[in-house]
């Protein structure tokens, strides 16, 4: 594949469009806001943002020792896991609300 995206002087790393000659700064990607004309900036970032969500909460601990737990928008954000069907609205989706009944038992946050 020929690489398109030149890194001028400054080294700032820049990752290339799946399509066309757009290059844009790696902070653009999985930002979630479309950049590259066909989407491939953000049309792969789930699975990113899976790895992020651990890594977020991975050796973090709450108040009491125990491990947080984390919980994943259906957008990909991350919150805490006792955030999940708290009431409120966490997810710019909503999601970690849409899906309550009622019945769930999530430890509340420390
Ligand atoms: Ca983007
Ligand atoms: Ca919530």
Known sequence: MLLL?????????????????ECWMVFYECDYVPDCRDNSDEDHCEEKRAVDCELDFQDKMA?????????????????LGCRQCDGVMDCADNSDESGCNGTEVIPPCQ
């Open 63 to 79: 108040s009491d020792g125990k491990p947080l737990q984390s919980f994943q928008c259906d957008n990909g954000m991350c919150i």
């Open 5 to 21: 995206c030149h890194v001028p002087k400054v080294q700032v790393p820049h990752f290339q469009c799946r399509t066309g000659n």
